[in-house]
C-alpha cells in the first residue's frame, strides 16, 4: 500500500490535487492511503517551497502544480 500525502492549506489547488491523485490511483489499480498536510511544520518536513505538493511513500515529487494523471501513476508505477 503506498502512502500519498497532499501538502497544502486546503486551497482548490490543494484539492484539484488530492481528486487527481485518487483517479490515478484507482485507475492504475493501486491501493492508497491519502493524508492531507495543512500545518506548516508538517510541509516544511519534505523542503517544500510552493503549494500545492504531492508526496509518495515520503518522498516529494511535486510542488507548486498539479501533475497529470499520467504523472502521478508514473511515479506510483516507480
Known sequence: MKTIKILGSGCANCKKLEAVAREAATSAGVE???????????????DLLSTPGLVIDDKLVSSGRIPTQAEVRQWLAA
Open 32 to 46: 492508497a492511503e491519502f493524508v492531507k498536510v495543512t500545518d506548516m511544520k508538517g510541509m516544511m518536513a519534505y
